[in-house]
């Protein structure tokens, strides 16, 4: 596989391994394709954005068999920014649900779970989708709070100050971070082999993390 052009990293589900969408991603030179296991999800784009992607007969089963909630309640819940994608044509035919049955779902994960519900043609749409995904995160991370000294008072900004206080750690990486552990506690606790999953942690920086925090 060729080396990534921009070194974001695509942690994928080994439960995933039969889809093409697993196998361009590993084609791909934009990503770092990782496979690891997701308690939740899917696809984890950047360590900030995760995905489930389901099919459009899959999104219908989920919703009749009542695991459409749940798993909507998990990925709201988590540390990162969550997505559900809806990959494919839609099939001539659908499990036996009516079709506003699931355009109500969809309002209700948008409205209620403030979950993006995003469609995709087939798996090259997708991965294309990751890229564009993958780069709003990249930006959006750069504009998150910068350390100037003074306490900021919201909790969060709070949170990335106090990691843009580690060496060689400013607001994308913090920003990263934090998504990726979900608190400060468990930045803080966090081995170096954790630390070093997150995309600008090399084993030099690791280690100059733990050292403070021990």
Same mark, same amino acid.
């Given at each position: 596989? @060729?080396?990534?052009?921009?070194?974001?990293?695509?942690? $994928?589900?080994?439960?995933?391994?039969a889809?093409?969408?697993?196998?361009? @991603?590993?084609?791909c030179?934009?990503?770092?394709?990782r496979?690891r296991?997701?308690?939740?999800?899917?696809?984890? $784009?950047?360590?900030?954005?995760?995905?489930?992607?389901?099919?459009? @007969?899959?999104?219908?089963?989920?919703?009749?068999?009542?695991?459409?909630?749940?798993?909507?309640?998990?990925?709201?819940?988590?540390?990162?920014?969550?997505?559900?994608?809806? =990959?494919?044509?839609?099939?001539?035919?659908?499990?036996?649900?009516?079709?506003?049955?699931?355009?109500?779902?969809?309002?209700?994960?948008?409205?209620?779970?403030?979950?993006?519900?995003?469609?995709?043609?087939?798996?090259?749409?997708?991965?294309?989708?990751?890229?564009?995904?993958?780069?709003?995160?990249?930006?959006?991370?750069?504009?998150?709070?910068?350390?100037?000294?003074?306490?900021?008072? %919201? $909790?969060?900004? %709070?949170?990335?100050?106090?990691?843009?206080?580690?060496?060689?750690?400013?607001?994308?990486?913090?920003?990263r971070?934090?998504?990726?552990?979900?608190?400060? =506690? %468990?930045?803080?606790?966090?081995?170096?082999?954790?630390?070093?999953?997150?995309?600008?942690?090399?084993? @030099?920086?690791?280690?100059? $993390?733990?050292?403070?925090? =021990?």
């Amino acid at each position: 596989m @060729a080396a990534p052009h921009h070194g974001w990293t695509l942690d $994928i589900d080994p439960r995933e391994r039969a889809s093409r969408l697993y196998q361009l @991603a590993r084609e791909c030179s934009d990503f770092n394709v990782r496979e690891r296991r997701l308690s939740v999800g899917d696809y984890l $784009i950047a360590g900030t954005v995760l995905v489930e992607r389901k099919a459009h @007969a899959d999104f219908a089963t989920s919703l009749l068999d009542g695991r459409l909630f749940p798993q909507a309640a998990a990925l709201a819940h988590g540390p990162h920014r969550p997505l559900i994608l809806i =990959e494919g044509p839609p099939p001539d035919r659908l499990p036996d649900v009516h079709p506003h049955a699931l355009q109500g779902a969809m309002a209700s994960l948008a409205v209620m779970w403030r979950l993006p519900v995003l469609q995709a043609g087939g798996p090259d749409d997708a991965l294309r989708l990751f890229r564009f995904v993958a780069a709003q995160a990249e930006g959006a991370a750069t504009t998150v709070l910068k350390r100037f000294g003074r306490k900021p008072k %919201r $909790i969060a900004s %709070r949170r990335l100050h106090v990691l843009q206080g580690f060496p060689g750690v400013g607001p994308a990486l913090a920003s990263r971070l934090l998504a990726r552990f979900g608190s400060l =506690e %468990r930045v803080m606790s966090a081995d170096a082999a954790a630390l070093m999953e997150v995309d600008g942690v090399g084993l @030099a920086k690791a280690a100059r $993390i733990r050292e403070l925090v =021990e």
